[in-house]
């Protein structure tokens, strides 16, 4: 077990700024290459826009900007370095769906350019997603790349998220509104709406192109977001040591460490030290069902918890968190994906490349939370002084779930590489307001609102 005295010793490894570096542009070459071998493989039935890139021209140059990676040192915890990769540097989204989204909305914009078919994206999410992607298709608006009637984008998202989406122009401006829709399903199931998504793209595609000569594209294939996450294993390899380390995440399904983990293994020319990187996943009590696989072989497995002193409590599981408020709790709507189909492949990334994973509790993370400012803080991340402020966890999550294994002995001494995936307050953003969205009860409206979106 490692000591727990004085952990936090910044003069071991003074913290230091890290520049943004543009690494949609910067890989551009790269990122290609790897969209074209993706290209290649077995994909789900429907519509799919070619895997290519268009042409790099000063407006997609402009229209990638806020697709940077950075990378800062936050000193160490038991003699333990820790060092953030920023991925939230979009100020109109503050999360790593940025990337993947503008990647997504350029291979749109390539098949619009090449065609002159319009494209209407549809997609699930718990937020972060929808607001990456509508946020994507307004860069494109902006930049001139296609105009607003060529490339509009569909979201559908659970009641519970909708305070987590942010207003933009698709949400105040009324043409553009009824022309890129949030479709908020008031369901005790969050998962419902990858389910109508799916629905709609097996059965309205073909109608909506007759109808309106619209493309309907369901963008929920893991390639989609794998191929931009490959930028963090190409920046990896040309700003950090080359050395072993554990990268720790907070996930709901992992894409973010697949697309890591492809992109170490294809596309970075590098000889990784020993079998290549360490994933370390972070969930909470909602849904911790990729580090319940792991470790116990099922989704469904729990700790026994005790009800002690108003909190409910366990010291037989130290993957699981020893104290919550309650031993459901939902502690952010982001992460909402029960038995992921990702599990067993990480599972067995993590058996031979060596990792693991922890859960987290709300009552963790506010125990945490002055040290995890305090280690932020140099790294020019600021997190509200008041944490019920706090509208996005997945950083917080992750340092909480990176220092309860320090503690616990669950990790060793190697470096650790924490993906600063998304983190917002409430002053960061509008919510949308409740006539900007529209509630729907099931595929039947969704399916209406689609058809005047797409005949607006």
């Known amino acids: 077990m490692a000591t727990t005295a004085s952990p936090l010793s910044a003069g071991v490894l003074a913290p230091a700024s890290g520049g943004v570096r543009p690494a949609l542009v910067r890989y551009y070459d790269d990122l290609s290459g790897v969209l074209a071998d993706a290209g290649r493989g077995d994909r ?3 519509f799919t826009p070619g895997w290519h890139l268009p042409d790099l021209t000063p407006a997609l140059e402009r229209f990638f900007e806020p697709g940077g990676i950075s990378a800062q040192e936050l000193g160490s915890y038991h003699d333990t370095p820790l ?4 991925l939230m540097h979009n100020p109109r989204t503050r999360t790593t769906k940025t990337l993947a989204s503008l990647m997504i909305v350029a291979r749109a914009v390539a098949h619009i350019q090449h065609t002159g078919e319009p494209i209407m994206i549809v997609t699930p999410s718990s937020a972060n997603k929808a607001t990456a992607l509508r946020d994507a298709v307004l860069r494109a608006h902006e930049t001139g790349l296609v105009g607003a009637h060529q490339l509009r984008i569909v979201c559908v998202v659970p009641a519970a998220s909708c305070q987590k989406l942010w207003r933009s122009p698709l949400t105040d401006d009324g043409v553009l ?10 369901s005790s199931q969050p998962l419902h709406v990858k389910e109508l998504a799916r629905a709609l ?21 893991l390639s989609n977001y794998a191929v931009a996450d490959t930028a963090r294993a190409l920046f990896e390899r040309d700003h950090l040591p080359a050395a072993p380390r554990v990268h720790a995440h907070s996930v709901s399904s992992a894409f973010g460490l697949l697309g890591h983990f492809y992109g170490q293994q294809q596309h970075t020319g590098r000889e990784w ?20 696989s792991y470790y116990h072989g099922r989704f469904d497995y729990r700790p026994r918890w005790q009800y002690r002193d108003g909190l409910h409590v366990q010291d037989s599981d130290p993957r699981f968190p020893a104290r919550t408020f309650a031993p459901d709790e939902q502690l952010d709507a982001t992460f909402y994906t029960r038995t992921p189909a990702t599990s067993e492949r990480m599972n067995g990334i993590i058996r031979r490349q060596g990792g693991g994973g922890i859960v987290v509790s709300l009552a963790e993370c506010l125990d945490r939370y002055p040290l995890v400012r305090a280690l932020l803080e140099p790294a020019h991340v600021e997190l509200p002084a008041d944490p019920r402020q706090i509208r996005e966890w997945s950083l917080v999550m992750a340092m909480t779930g990176v220092l309860n294994a320090l503690d616990r002995g669950l990790l060793d001494e190697t470096e650790i590489l924490i993906h600063g995936s998304g983190s917002y307050g409430a002053d960061d953003y509008q919510a949308p307001q409740t006539h900007q969205m529209r ?18």
Not at 178 to 186: I, S, T, Y
């Open 44 to 46: 789900p039935a429907g």
């Open 83 to 86: 060092r953030l990769l920023n």
């Open 177 to 186: 509104r009824a022309r890129n829709p949030l479709a908020v399903l008031d």
């Open 201 to 221: 793209a097996d059965q309205e595609a073909e109608a909506l192109f007759a109808r309106y000569g619209v493309r309907l594209w369901h963008t929920m294939d």
């Open 273 to 292: 030290p020993g079998t290549g990187a360490r994933y370390f996943l972070v969930q909470h009590l909602g849904t911790p069902d990729m580090v319940s």
């Open 439 to 456: 509630a729907i009860t099931g595929y039947g409206d969704l399916r209406d609102l689609v058809h005047t979106a797409a005949g607006s």
